[in-house]
């Protein structure tokens, strides 16, 4: 069964159910009615016979004709009796007596007057106060009219029913035909949608209801897929050419080092470039491993409360070891005298990745000219910024920096991976951070780091 024929039944069990109640809760309250207005008519008509029988003597001409005429409006199956206060019956002028038990009698003692049912029949007694003595009057009698009305109701209900269901279960399909046509639009266009035209999106629709809301999340992830997708593709492309260059050195190298016999010196030299080649191609593995490491999970990686100036630091302390020529500054003019305002929550090793790699290539693409790196606290923010003297990125190529393997066609003829600032993007996505570079040729280039604040 679809999801329409479910909505639709659910829609019509529902009201359906309503219907029902209300037919239910209507009949109640009538039936009630009803009967009550039946009790109190058999209780004026017990009245009305007990002046009758037992004040005939006392009435007036015009009281007792007008007696008479209420009198004569009998009712279905009507049985009078009256008993005396020894409960023996004194008049009974129909031709046959009704049973009475004893619990109307003891009622009638107790509250003067009482209501009782005889099968479908309905009888009221009371108690009643004469000259001649007391007496108890009981009245019984079938509410013909009443009994057809409530039989009249239930056909109206029960027509009503069946007719509502009808209107409700037409109601119901184009209800649900009409909520869900939405839905078979976007799975039309999404079956439209391949990993060839991943450029598709879901046309999106004026209002922002749960539908508007649904089309939005679902474009934005078939933005983040085509993204991952190009990134994928580009990643194996680059990284099979990359990984391919160092080893076809180190083959032709061998090749050419094995075609003759050498001096010392020169397979000395092959040595050289055959290590050289082997260190690039070991730092691209690694490079390689640790970008693949980056995409672990968001929360796994939010470990621990870090202060930025530490990390800081610490890249600095590192860089001085294996770079001594570089010049990097740490301007700490900017360090608030509240420590949780440079304090960001995270991983400290990656955390130290993504900050050296921007440091690394500053330094290197500068020439190792002096790089100034500071941080400044701002709406919940921490802002780091490295500025160098280098030889700048081309404007059109300033966003592609950001993807793996890409490097600038100016930075090609210094050694590099092309890997370190995709890295420091991915950690910092990670970290709920961002990464901005302002860039002009030949005069240097800024790299801004922001990081939420704990």
């Not at 990097?328 to 949780?340: F, H, K, Q, T, Y």
């Not at 996505?429 to 961002?434: C, E, M, Y």
């Amino acid at each position: 069964m679809n999801f329409r024929s479910q909505l639709t039944l659910t829609f019509t069990g529902l009201t359906t159910g309503v219907l029902i109640i209300m037919g239910l809760i209507i009949y109640f309250f009538a039936e009630q009615y009803t009967r009550r207005q039946f009790f109190q008519r058999l209780m004026d008509r017990g009245v009305i016979s007990a002046q009758m029988y037992l004040e005939r003597d006392e009435l007036s001409a015009h009281s007792l004709q007008k007696i008479q005429r209420k009198y004569l409006q009998s009712l279905a199956q009507e049985t009078l009796t009256i008993y005396d206060k020894t409960r023996v019956p004194k008049v009974a002028p129909d031709s046959g007596k009704i049973s009475v038990p004893a619990r109307v009698f003891n009622d009638i003692d107790r509250n003067k007057q009482a209501e009782f049912w005889q099968g479908d029949k309905q009888g009221v007694g009371l108690w009643y106060e004469d000259n001649q003595g007391n007496f108890y009057v009981i009245v019984s009698a079938v509410d013909v009219t009443g009994t057809g009305k409530l039989r009249n109701l239930q056909e109206v209900l029960l027509f009503s029913v069946l007719i509502g269901i009808l209107i409700m279960l037409v109601a119901g399909h184009f209800f649900a035909r009409k909520v869900l046509q939405p839905i078979v639009s976007i799975v039309q266009e999404v079956n439209k949608i391949r990993a060839a035209n991943l450029h598709l999106r879901v046309q999106e629709r004026e209002s922002r209801d749960e539908i508007g809301n649904l089309i939005s999340t679902f474009n934005q992830m078939l933005e983040r897929l085509e993204t991952s997708f190009y990134m994928q593709k580009s990643f194996i492309s680059n990284a099979s050419h990359e990984l391919r260059n160092p080893l076809t050195a180190i083959r032709g190298e061998l090749e050419v080092t094995l075609l003759k016999d050498r001096s010392p010196e020169e397979y000395r030299a092959s040595l050289e470039t055959l290590q050289k080649e082997t260190g690039r191609l070991e730092k691209l593995t690694s490079d390689l491993i640790l970008l693949a490491q980056t995409g672990f999970d968001e929360q796994a990686v939010r470990q621990e409360e870090v202060r930025i100036d530490e990390v800081l630091l610490e890249v600095k302390a590192n860089l001085d070891h294996q770079l001594p020529q570089n010049k990097n500054r740490l301007d700490l003019s900017g360090l608030p005298a509240d420590p949780d305002l440079i304090t960001v929550r995270g991983n400290r090793n990656l955390l130290q990745i993504a900050i050296k790699n921007v440091l690394e290539n500053a330094s290197k693409f500068s020439d190792h000219q002096e790089v100034v790196v500071g941080f400044t606290c701002q709406e919940q923010q921490v802002l780091v910024q490295v500025r160098d003297q280098g030889i700048g990125i081309p404007e059109q190529e300033v966003n592609r920096v950001l993807e793996p393997f890409y490097r600038a066609q100016n930075a090609r003829s210094r050694t590099g991976t092309g890997i370190g600032l995709a890295m420091t993007e991915k950690i910092m996505r990670l970290h709920g951070g961002s990464i901005q570079i302002e860039s002009t040729l030949q005069n240097g280039t800024t790299v801004t780091l922001t990081f939420p604040a704990v």
